[in-house]
């Protein structure tokens, strides 16, 4: 791809991560501050990198238990049974909720895993100033972010099947380890993306380094 000339900071345009005032200011004048919020401005994001990082890993690292570790236990009078996600999809597979089931499986075990290795692709590729498809990454970097929120399907099934299926007795519903590791792996991928700034994507094309 051909390089462009000029960048919004390379003309000394700088964007409040707060408010999205877009100012002038020169890089001799930094630190410098917003003039409508009063908040620090910066032309990327600093430490992006590093907290993404250390947010992706530890994404990495507990997603093994939240698919390992019950993530729901359901009893009876007639029978109790600990599920994990796989096992549950399969259970829903079984018992012939299987449109439920692909929704399950989607969300809650697809959508984290795409997550993760899309924010690493974004990371990797930054960190090699790499020029391939920008536009492309960009509108996976989005992707990401708008997908996200999907993730806690899971979650959201077990919370309302806890609150509904509670006769004692008879029957109980209450999540199990697993969701907890799982809700944390859907934060922490979620946290990892908003530290992600897209505008790196884009910098190694500027003939006008920042």
């Not at 700088?14 to 001799?28: A, F, G, K, P, T």
């Not at 692709?121 to 990401?144: A, D, E, G, I, K």
């Amino acid at each position: 791809m051909t390089e462009l000339t000029a960048s919004a900071a390379g003309q000394a345009l700088c964007s409040c991560h707060v408010c999205s005032l877009v100012s002038r200011v020169e890089q001799e004048s930094l630190p410098a501050h917003c003039p409508r919020c009063g908040a620090s401005l910066h032309f990327r994001k600093p430490g992006s990198l590093s907290r993404c990082w250390a947010l992706l890993i530890a994404a990495y690292i507990l997603y093994i238990p939240a698919n390992l570790l019950t993530i729901m236990e359901t009893g009876s009078l007639f029978k109790y049974r600990k599920d994990t996600i796989v096992s549950g999809v399969v259970e829903l597979w079984k018992t012939g909720f299987w449109v439920i089931a692909i929704i399950v499986f989607i969300a809650s075990v697809t959508i984290p895993l795409f997550k993760l290795i899309s924010i690493t692709l974004l990371l990797v590729s930054v960190q090699r100033r790499s020029t391939w498809l920008p536009r492309q990454r960009t509108s996976l970097y989005r992707l990401v972010e708008l997908v996200g929120r999907w993730s806690m399907l899971d979650i959201y099934v077990v919370a309302l099947l806890a609150s509904l299926v509670q006769f004692g007795s008879i029957a109980t519903v209450k999540a199990g380890p697993g969701a907890v590791a799982f809700g944390a792996v859907v934060v922490l991928t979620m946290l990892a993306s908003m530290q992600f700034d897209p505008r790196l994507i884009w910098d190694p094309l500027y003939k006008e380094r920042t």
